[in-house]
T-cell receptor, first 113, second 113 residues
Framework: KNQVEQSPQSLIILEGKNCTLQ??????????LRWYKQDTGRGPVSLTI?????NTKSNGRYTATLDADTKQSSLHITASQLSDSASYIC????????????FGQGTTLQVKP | NAGVTQTPKFRILKIGQSMTLQCTQD?????MYWYRQDPGMGLKLIYY???????DKGEVPNGYNVSRSTTEDFPLRLELAAPSQTSVYFC????????????FGPGTRLLVL
């Protein structure tokens, strides 16, 4: 069964600190992996997208890594800001005719001053 | 561009009532999607459309119907509302499937009592 599991479920850090969010998936055949940021009361917004051949991709203070062999991804946030408080969702696309997305349950990050 | 817009933002329904959630995109995307997001859970695909006049079921289609008469609009219909349909509904669109980023609307929060 295609699944995406994220950890931790929630995280609290102090402003200015770094943090790393984890994503494990069992989706096969793999097409690509995305990280989305979802602010409270808003729809998800794409941060990064990585294909099978990509190991790292950055978007400002956000850096995503992908290990296709172990089927793991991480999202590293550097020098956190209060505006980083949100839910971060790992989404994996299976290579198929429909290209449907499998969503993780998300990690809720709270950045405190 | 407004992107993906959804109406209403919030609605309370009584059991057995029906309603239509509206979704419009102005990016000329062929692909449109409806998701529901339950608390602490990942987004689940209800229905999707690959173009005007073409729709297909997603992971959780029971209790819902859709139509796609134009490229811009993709309404979601609830015929007999049930408490299990209490959720946040997101509409999304993309220019391609699979490797293309999906753009999400702000969501409609539905409460069925």
């Amino acid at each position: 069964k295609n699944q995406v599991e994220q950890s931790p479920q929630s995280l609290i850090i102090l402003e200015g600190k770094n943090c790393t969010l984890q994503c494990n998936y069992t989706v096969s055949p793999f097409s690509n992996l995305r990280w989305y940021k979802q602010d409270t009361g808003r729809g998800p917004v794409s941060l990064t997208i990585m294909t099978f051949s990509e190991n790292t991709k950055s978007n400002g203070r956000y850096t995503a890594t992908l290990d296709a062999d172990t089927k793991q991804s991480s999202l590293h946030i550097t020098a956190s800001q209060l505006s980083d408080s949100a839910s971060y969702i790992c989404v994996v696309s299976a290579r198929s005719n429909t290209g449907k997305l499998i969503f993780g349950q998300g990690t809720t990050l709270q950045v405190k001053p | 561009n407004a992107g993906v817009t959804q109406t209403p933002k919030f609605r309370i329904l009584k059991i057995g009532q029906s309603m239509t959630l509206q979704c419009t995109q102005d990016m000329n995307h062929n692909y449109m999607y409806w998701y529901r997001q339950d608390p602490g859970m990942g987004l689940k695909l209800i229905y999707y459309s690959v173009g005007a006049g073409i729709t297909d079921k997603g992971e959780v289609p029971n209790g819902y119907n859709v139509s796609r008469s134009t490229t811009e609009d993709f309404p979601l219909r609830l015929e007999l509302a049930a408490p299990s349909q209490t959720s946040v509904y997101f509409c999304a669109s993309s220019s391609r499937q699979g490797g293309e980023t999906q753009y999400f609307g702000p969501g409609t929060r539905l409460l069925v009592l």
